[in-house]
């Protein structure tokens, strides 16, 4: 990140780059620059600079308060229309405090105190009043992306919000204990999120094509988007079709969960402490993969996404329309939302990070998950997310140790996940032992239970022989039978 920041500081201010000295306060000129950003090719604001690029840095006291400031301003949508969702992160510049965010490029127009922002080589500029200006950045704006779009015909009962709003506000109150969205009516949240709007140039109200795909009845979308669905496949065995298909084309909410289910289903997880914390990098691997491939795909394209996983790797592919088509560099590359609207809702309900955060997320688990290896992310038209699986050797490696040196060795070696080495210990103690006195043992919900041994199954580590209640576990490899 210091580094980034010093290229900044070296590149000086311009079209995309801010400077502002913000010692203790933030001024009004912040968040016109924000507003100006995200109508023009989006930007890096730096807090605690001169003009000239000399840091002078914030007071240290004032850094939490600024953050949050900074973060409500941005969510108020009484200041911005419609509201955006990025956040100041702590730099530390020769001894000094530098607070830096990421303005991305968002796809409609962005008010700030209802007033309009253009970005120019000098600075920022009040257009609101403009009315030739303003056109020509809407016509600008109708070509970055699709999510944006009115669709006036949809209707409420288009939507599956009563049986979706309930998840949403839970899953938001789990980000943020006081979220806005838990005083809010359904209405008042899809405005927030700019999912119903009313557009100036041309007039027109109504639900965006993101709370279609968010919310929408799968016949809805199907009728709005009809080659909308993501392909997940598992190829292990059968190299040439598939060992296992799930063929999603539900809305996004419920397409998620679907997705994640499918990954832990057919991959290994491992145990790992965060500080005091065991956190999954298997799930967090899945959440980057699973919200890039529903958030920043071309919904247009009729060309299906993918997730597929193989022995050794996840391949998610979906089309896209690059910005900077190459390989990404984490350390360089800079965030372009393909589609906002619905990357922020993805953000307020913990589906997916803060623009960057993502990536460099991934990056960082994909080390801790194969020891080492680092994913691939790939921008064309068709844009590839390549994440090794590998844990300290192939799943076959596992199973022969497994097979030659017992039960002990899977525990050490292969799983790494607390629970399935509990399920593997207890299956080589008692190979009668059921699911429901697993479950018992382990204290765990025996559906949680049944999802692990599906897990371990699926990877040949374990098999059921005979019937549920007169049959038997055993550790087996599927090379040897």
Not at 33 to 60: H, M
Not at 227 to 236: E, F, N
Not at 443 to 456: F, K, M, V
Request: aromatic content about 6%.
């Amino acid at each position: 990140m210091e580094t980034r920041i010093r290229k900044l500081l070296g590149d000086g201010e311009g079209l995309t780059i801010e400077f502002k000295r913000c010692h203790d306060k933030l001024s009004q000129t912040v968040y016109e620059t924000v507003c100006a950003f995200s109508n023009r090719y989006g930007g890096d604001i730096l807090l605690g600079v001169e003009d000239n690029g000399e840091v002078t840095g914030v007071a240290s006291e004032a850094v939490k308060q600024l953050k949050a400031d900074f973060a409500n301003a941005l969510n108020n949508s009484q200041l911005f229309v419609p509201t955006l969702h990025t956040e100041l992160e702590e730099v530390a510049i020769d001894g000094k405090i530098v607070l830096w965010c990421r303005v991305p490029l968002m796809s409609q127009l962005v008010f700030y105190k209802s007033r309009l922002f253009d970005r120019s080589a000098d600075g920022d500029v009040d257009i609101t009043r403009n009315s030739d200006l303003a056109a020509m950045m809407y016509d600008r704006k109708r070509g970055v992306s699709t999510d944006s779009k009115i669709l006036p015909h949809i209707s409420e009962d288009d939507l599956l919000l009563k049986e979706l709003m309930p998840r949403i506000r839970l899953r938001a109150a789990t980000i943020k204990e006081n979220h806005p969205w838990l005083e809010m009516s359904d209405a008042d949240i899809l405005r927030s999120a700019s999912l119903y709007q009313t557009s100036r140039f041309p007039e027109l109200t109504g639900y965006t094509l993101a709370a279609i795909l968010l919310f929408g009845r799968e016949e809805v979308i199907r009728s709005v988007l009809p080659g909308y669905v993501t392909d997940c496949i598992l190829r292990r065995d059968d190299l040439d079709r598939y060992d296992d298909r799930l063929r999603v084309s539900c809305n996004l909410i419920e397409a998620f969960d679907k997705i994640m289910e499918f990954i832990a289903k057919h991959t290994l997880d491992r145990f790992y402490l965060e500080g005091v914390q065991s956190v999954s990098p298997r799930s967090k691997i899945a959440r980057e993969i699973v919200s890039n491939i529903l958030s920043h795909r071309e919904f247009t394209s009729t060309v299906p996404a993918k997730v597929i996983i193989e022995r050794d790797r996840i391949v998610a592919e979906n089309w896209c329309l690059p910005k900077l088509p190459g390989k990404l560099d984490p350390a360089t590359f800079t965030p372009q939302p393909k589609n906002p609207l619905i990357a922020n809702f993805f953000v307020n309900i913990g589906y997916a990070d803060t623009l960057g955060s993502g990536v460099r997320n991934l990056y960082k688990y994909t080390k801790i998950y194969t020891n080492g290896g680092e994913p691939e992310l790939i921008e064309g038209d068709m844009f590839r997310t390549i994440v090794p699986l590998s844990l300290s050797g192939t799943t076959d490696d596992v199973v022969e140790n497994v097979v030659e040196n017992g039960v002990d060795v899977v525990v050490e070696n292969v799983a790494e996940n607390e629970l399935q080495s509990k399920i593997i210990k207890l299956i080589g103690e008692k190979p009668t032992i059921s699911a429901k006195s697993i479950a018992q043992v382990v204290g765990t919900a025996p559906r949680t239970i049944q999802r692990n041994i599906d897990i371990l199954k699926s990877a040949g580590i374990v098999e059921r022989i005979g019937s549920a209640n007169g049959g038997h576990w055993v550790v087996k490899s599927p090379a040897k039978g």
